[in-house]
T-cell receptor
């Protein structure tokens, strides 16, 4: 248990659906991250929020829309996804932004797009 | 863009054996982190190395940072089934937010 929870753990959605992934951290951290983990590819950074402000968008397609209402919650809104978007989506948090701080990861949401 | 190459990609050995996995970069790391990810879980930080030539030990795990800070190794002594997982190295230096990861080494320790 790392103090970072993600729901749902598994999600199957069609290409025309709209769904949202939720992440919550109970560590009092100020930075939150979304990563994508696909087979045969390195873990890819998608978005970074620091004190609720988005500080990085790593050229992610607009069909992925993040939202950070406060420092404890992070959402990833999904719409009109493609089958190649099927992956494990990991949320992480750290005390502050910047790479040198340890990041605490949630267990991930396994997304399948049909 | 810094590329992190990890080798081997897959490794399956018997319990009790020793092993070493590697992380190499196309450029100098300012600091490097090693994570372990178990099936169904997110990565968990094992260690951060910062100084060239640095060696850190965590029980049966020994981490080494190359003198030129372009490579790192993880050595496991007397591997146990609980060491099974995906071992990831990540560039944790510089001013950017977020980490840059290698593809990882999938390690299986058979009883």
């Amino acid at each position: 248990e790392t103090g970072v929870t993600q729901t749902p753990r598994h999600l199957v959605m069609g290409m025309t659906n709209k769904k949202s992934l939720k992440c919550e951290q109970h560590l009092g951290h100020n930075a939150m991250y979304w990563y994508k983990q696909s087979a045969k590819k390195p873990l890819e950074l998608m978005f970074v929020y620091n004190f609720k402000e988005q500080t990085e968008n790593n050229s992610v397609p607009s069909r992925f829309s993040p939202e950070c209402p406060n420092s404890s919650h992070l959402f990833l809104h999904l719409h009109t996804l493609q089958p190649e978007d099927s992956a494990l989506y990991l949320c992480a948090s750290s005390p502050f932004g910047g790479r040198r701080h340890e990041q605490y990861f949630g267990p991930g949401t396994r997304l399948t797009v049909t | 863009t810094q590329l992190l190459e990890q080798s081997p990609q897959f490794l399956s050995i018997q319990e009790g054996e020793n092993l070493t996995v590697y992380c190499n970069s196309s450029s100098v790391f300012s600091s490097l982190q090693w994570y372990r990810q178990e099936p169904g879980e997110g990565p968990v930080l094992l260690v951060t190395v910062v100084t060239g030539g640095e060696v850190k030990k965590l029980k049966r795990l020994t981490f080494q940072f190359g003198d030129a800070r372009k490579d790192s190794s993880l050595h496991i002594t007397a591997a146990q089934p609980g060491d099974t997982g995906l071992y990831l190295c990540a560039d944790s230096g510089g001013g950017a937010d977020g980490l840059t990861f290698g593809k990882g080494t999938h390690l299986i320790i058979q009883p």
